[in-house]
C-alpha cells in the first residue's frame, strides 16, 4: 500500500537559512500533519491542513509557514534557521476515518550547523 | 501535569512473556487513543487503535480502555526481540492534533 512520502530524506542547512520540507500524503487523505521531533523527545505537533485550509495549529514558530496545495501535497518553509531547529520533521496524513488514524512518512532529518 | 503520562521505562522481558504498557491522560473528553510504535531513528508506527471502554485484540497486541480511570494500556504476548522499541500513548481529537505521552522503552532480550 501507498504510504506517505517526505522529502529530502536528509538535509543539511547553515544558521539563518531557509529550509523547505515536502509531504505527500497518502492517496485519498485529505488532512496532513505536521510534527517536530527533537533527540530523545516524543513528537510535537506543528500544524494541520484539511481541504488546503490550516485546520490546527501547535507550538510553530513564527519563522515557520506551511501550506496544502490542489492536489493535497503539503510544504513546510523554515526561515532564518536556528541551531535549535535541528530535528526530525514528519509529516503525517489521515483520510476519513471518524477517529483521525494518523499514518506517519518516513521524515525528513534537518541538521542546521 | 503532561497530558499523558506513561509507565517509566526501560521495560525488559525475556523473549515470549507479556510486555505491559501503560498510560494514564488528563483530558476526560479525549476521544480517541492510539498506541505507535517507533524504532530509533524511524517514524512513528500505528499498531493499535481503541475508542471504546475494553479490550480490543489484534494478534499479539491487545488495547485496554477505561475512560473513567482515564487509563489506556497495550498488552504484547509472546513478546519477540523485534518488538523491542519505543511504544508511545497518543491521544487524538476527532480533527486536530495528536499527543504524544513521552513513550516507554521496551526491550525484549532472547
Known amino acids: 500500500a501507498a504510504g506517505v512520502i517526505q522529502s529530502p530524506r536528509h538535509l543539511i542547512k547553515e544558521k539563518r537559512e531557509t529550509a523547505t520540507l515536502k509531504c505527500y500524503p497518502i492517496p485519498r487523505h485529505d488532512t496532513v500533519y505536521w510534527y517536530q521531533q527533537g533527540p530523545g523527545q516524543d513528537p510535537q505537533f506543528l500544524i494541520s491542513f484539511y481541504e488546503k485550509m490550516q485546520s490546527d495549529k501547535g507550538s510553530i514558530p513564527d519563522r515557520f509557514s506551511a501550506q496544502q496545495f490542489s492536489d493535497y501535497h503539503s510544504e513546510l518553509n523554515m526561515s532564518s534557521l536556528e541551531l535549535g531547529d535541528s530535528a526530525l520533521y514528519f509529516c503525517?496524513?489521515?483520510?476519513?476515518?471518524?477517529?483521525?488514524?494518523?499514518?506517519f512518512g518516513p521524515g525528513t532529518r534537518l541538521t542546521v550547523l | 501535569q503532561k497530558e499523558v503520562e506513561q509507565n517509566s521505562g526501560p521495560l525488559s522481558v525475556p523473549e515470549g512473556a507479556i510486555a505491559s504498557l501503560n498510560c494514564t491522560y488528563s483530558?476526560?473528553?479525549?476521544?480517541?487513543f492510539f498506541w505507535y510504535r517507533q524504532y530509533s531513528g524511524k517514524s512513528p508506527e500505528l499498531i493499535m487503535s481503541?475508542?471504546?471502554?475494553g479490550d480490543k485484540e489484534d494478534g499479539r497486541f491487545t488495547a485496554q480502555l477505561n475512560k473513567a480511570s482515564q487509563y489506556v494500556s497495550l498488552l504484547i504476548r509472546d513478546s519477540q526481540p523485534s518488538d523491542s522499541a519505543t511504544y508511545l500513548c497518543v491521544l487524538g481529537t476527532s480533527y486536530g492534533k495528536l499527543t504524544f505521552g513521552q513513550g516507554t522503552i521496551l526491550t525484549v532480550h532472547p
Open positions: 483530558d476526560r473528553g479525549s476521544q480517541s
Open positions: 503525517a496524513s489521515s483520510g476519513e476515518s471518524r477517529y483521525n488514524e494518523q499514518f
Open positions: 481503541i475508542y471504546s471502554n
